[in-house]
């Protein structure tokens, strides 16, 4: 066995035993009032043949925020000795898990709890390293990806799931989902392997339909079939997602809209492709992280005054008095009058996080947003490795980054993004320029 890289797995509940601000879906006053099922966060240790380690963490969250990881990783540095620097965070993206806002109700026992699990997870992944080969491969989740635009049978455009459904009924998606389901598998001698998965895809299910309940949605699922039914320990990651979700009461699969269902029929297109999977090239760790100043997004400010009649109204839960207020403005929903008061209080630039790790054939670009699934393509496409795992959600902050079509169409996603037209080409040009870089080393 190649003993290039040694890959360590660990584990930890990150369950909150207390009620807590739930984020996603931009409403302060939403509190948990009970738990569908249990929060983890998960750890890879990965190390080289020069003894140096990255360590790379996946949590059941909606994203990645500092200054509420900061204790968690400060943590990790003094339990390891692995390197600041040498620490990715990335979020499952599940919209029905504590948010990472200090100051909203109970967060700060909660982060408590997190820091305790970060922390045992790490140790447990740098106790658990073995030596490791690397395979890569992909498989499609055929049917259960949706673009969340919409075009009506009367020929007008329904935006996100805040568009105007009652007017038509639905023709189809605007253009076409991207199901790649990617993954990373290393088999170690004497232990169970372990599986890197991701697909660009929100974990959407309860965070739309039981609004004030606690779960992983259905990366939990897809973890928990996969490994019941292989050898298998899985990690899932957020794949390019920003304007995708599953397949949902517009679109619905054969088992509605069941969160495990959906996870097990995920869990079952990876495990079918396991004997498919090729052996990739093995070699020494190569993380590089950056920042990208990109243009903000300045849009609408004339409106401001109009925006925050709005929102206000929204945030007080006025839905009889919001909804006319959308109507006689001319925002496409609430939601676009937040975007705009958020974005009147940021400068005229805005920094984005970037980072990539490769070791052999194998790339992993992580991100601090939500792209969307062209962007995604894009980048596999143009990048010098046999393999390139594209990561949403990771490091710190949450945005999206969408592609042209989205500002074309005036989706939700491109009215609420603090970044400027042309951001995603910029990411995606740094990305493939560090990446090329690197493999020219």
């Known amino acids: 066995m190649d003993n290039i890289l040694k890959v360590g797995f660990g584990r930890e509940k990150i ?11 931009g409403n302060p006053k939403r509190i948990s009032t009970g738990i569908l099922d249990d929060l983890y966060i998960t750890c890879i240790a990965i190390t080289d043949s020069a003894d140096r380690t990255v360590l790379v963490f996946t949590e059941d969250m909606q994203q990645v925020s500092s200054p509420f990881i900061d204790p968690g990783v400060e943590g990790v540095v003094e339990a390891t000795g692995v390197a600041k ?18 100051g909203r109700h109970n967060i700060t026992p909660f982060q408590e709890i997190y820091t305790k699990g970060m922390i045992q997870a790490a140790v447990a992944a740098m106790k658990d390293r073995s030596a490791a080969v690397v395979s890569a491969g992909t498989t499609h989740a055929k049917g259960l990806v949706f673009v969340r635009h919409y075009l009506l049978e009367n020929g007008t455009f329904a935006g996100s799931a805040y568009g105007d459904f009652k007017s038509a009924p639905i023709k189809g998606q605007v253009y076409e989902a991207k199901d790649i389901v990617q993954m990373i598998r290393f088999d170690r001698e004497g232990k169970k392997a372990v599986l890197m998965m991701n697909l660009g895809a929100h974990a959407t299910f309860n965070g739309n339909i039981k609004l004030t309940n606690i779960s992983a949605d259905f990366p939990g699922p897809t973890r928990e079939h996969i490994e019941a039914n292989s050898d298998c320990l899985v990690a899932y990651f957020l794949g390019a997602a920003g304007d995708q979700v599953p397949r949902s009461l517009y679109e619905p699969i054969d088992h509605g809209l069941d969160y495990i269902g959906y996870g097990q029929k995920l869990g079952q297109y990876v495990l079918d492709a396991q004997p498919s999977m090729i052996p990739a090239q093995a070699g020494d760790l190569q993380l590089r992280r950056w920042t990208l100043t990109a243009k903000a997004n300045k849009n609408d400010m004339d409106r401001l005054a109009q925006a925050e009649e709005v929102y206000d109204a929204f945030v007080e839960g ?82 999206y980054i969408p592609a042209p079509i989205g500002f074309k169409l005036r989706c939700y996603e491109a009215y609420s993004s603090h970044y400027a037209p042309g951001t995603a080409e910029r990411i995606a040009e740094d990305y493939i320029r560090v990446l090329t870089e690197l493999k020219n080393n």
């Not at 990715?88 to 993206?93: G, P």
């Not at 919209?95 to 990472?100: E, L, N, T």
Request: with cysteine; charged share 15%; glycine share 8%.
């Open 15 to 25: 369950t909150p035993t207390m009620e807590v601000y739930i984020s996603g879906g």
């Open 85 to 102: 620097e040498n620490i990715i965070i990335a979020a499952t993206h599940t919209h029905s898990a504590p948010g990472q806002h200090l």
């Open 318 to 399: 006025s839905y009889k008095l919001a909804n006319p207020l959308v109507k006689e403005y001319g925002f496409v929903s609430p939601y676009e009058a937040r975007a705009i008061c958020i974005h009147s209080k940021q400068g005229e630039t805005r920094d984005v996080q970037l980072a990539v790790l490769t070791f052999g054939d194998v790339a992993m670009t992580f991100g601090a947003f939500e792209m969307f699934g062209d962007n995604g393509v894009d980048i596999r496409e143009k990048s010098p490795y046999s393999t390139t795992f594209v990561v949403s959600q990771a490091m710190a902050t949450n945005d």
